[in-house]
């Protein structure tokens, strides 16, 4: 399980096939007035594909990113990318950073210089840590599993990862979305090696049968919000979560299709307040778009729609609780209902909870500052 250094190196000739195809585009029509109503707006994937095939130089982003250090490690028979920035000072704390869906480990490029370095960045050495950024298995460069795999299975090498093939005795992990999932399960199962959990997401299900405690009414409004908002927004998870390799044909082999598919998801979980380049820049958009398609990834990344219905992954049994110490900061995650803090504790032992005034899904890509400050913030509260 020794890491070995990995370097970022698309072939020419996959490049020269992508603008190919892209200069090849053929769009479908559009509803009158549809706009983003009814998905992905035209106009706007005209221009963002138009940008993609004519301005965009991947080799340009590619250099910025093999200035960090990449690895690749096999455990249990799965390869795993990861970034691992060495801290500043004598006693950086280790620190697992893991992204979800449609995500990358491009999401935490921004906050892995301060938070490695924060005398660098404003702040005091004493609040390094030891960075690692991992790509969950059949996202990006960690290669695709045989199967899909869930959520507790990928905590068991992720925690393999961090004590076995990197050394670490005891460290702390954040994360949001799938990887906040990921990240639950690490509390669950290795509570005494986790210092401390920070999270955007509260995923999991709390045990609602008997012997549960009746929710609050601040409780059964968040309930009844949540399910009023997965009534408009999951269509794409029914999908990915049942059919997901029938999904997979279109968006490996077209990558306006898949741009189509994956944008609007950006537009919708981001605080974009519907201009989706108040978060994001094209260019952003589309080296995440290019990290996809280069790594042909899409449907080994959409099977965690899958694992995770099949395990059941979200749901406690009685009893059951998450004994680390939680963060969880609220950047209206997917624009969801304010999370009521009695809801978090039933599952999680909270030690801070931040109403975050900006940000969305994507919070290290879309606030790095407030993102940073929160996590040292709690770093150093632990």
């Known amino acids: 399980m020794d890491p070995k250094p990995f370097r970022i190196a698309i072939a020419d000739t996959e490049i020269a096939d992508l603008r190919r ?16 109503q009814l998905g992905t707006d035209l106009a706007y994937l005209q221009k963002l594909i138009g940008h993609w095939h004519e301005s965009y130089d991947w080799r340009r982003h590619e250099a910025r990113l093999n200035r960090l250090p990449h690895y690749k490690a096999t455990i249990d028979g799965q390869e795993i990318h990861f970034i ?11 620190l697992l950073l893991t992204h979800g869906w449609p995500s990358s480990f491009l999401e935490f490029i921004d906050v892995i210089e301060p938070l490695a370095h924060p005398e660098r960045n404003g702040g005091a050495a004493g609040d390094a840590f030891d960075v690692v950024v991992a790509s969950l298995p059949g996202f990006g460069f960690s290669a ?29 992990a954040q994360a949001g979305d799938w990887g906040s999932l990921v990240t639950s399960w690490l509390g669950l199962d290795y509570p005494g ?19 549960a405690p009746p929710l609050s009414a601040e409780e059964t409004a968040f309930v009844d919000g949540m399910r009023q908002w997965w009534v408009e927004q999951i269509g794409y998870q029914s999908i990915q979560s049942t059919k997901p ?13 898949l741009a189509g598919w994956l944008v609007e998801k950006f537009r919708t ?36 729609y899958w694992a995770g219905r099949e395990a059941k992954s979200a749901n406690l049994g009685p009893g059951q609780r998450v004994r680390v110490p939680t963060a969880y900061a609220d950047y209206r995650v997917d624009q969801t209902p304010r999370t009521p803090r009695a809801w978090g504790e039933r599952m999680y032992d909270i030690v801070r909870w931040q109403v975050m005034a900006q940000g969305g899904h994507f919070a290290a890509q879309e606030e790095p500052e407030a993102f940073v400050a929160d996590l040292r913030a709690f770093s150093r509260q632990l």
């Open 245 to 257: 390799q029938t999904l997979a044909f279109g968006l490996s082999d077209s990558p306006v299709g």
């Open 144 to 172: 695709a599993p045989p199967k899909p795999i869930d959520p507790r299975r990928i905590a068991g090498l992720w925690h393999k990862l961090m004590t076995e093939v990197l050394g670490y005795r005891h460290y702390l």
């Open 193 to 211: 090696d986790l210092i401390g959990m920070h999270l955007t997401m509260l995923p999991l299900k709390p045990w609602r049968g008997k012997g």
């Open 84 to 94: 691992h920035q060495p801290g500043s000072g004598p006693a950086p704390r280790p």
């Open 21 to 36: 195809r892209l200069g090849r585009a053929r769009f479908p029509g559009e509803a009158a007035g549809g706009g983003w």
């Open 269 to 304: 979980l981001a605080d974009t307040q519907g201009n989706l380049e108040r978060r994001f820049s094209k260019d952003q958009l589309c080296t995440m778009l290019s990290l996809y398609w280069f790594t042909n990834c899409i449907n080994s990344a959409n099977w965690m």
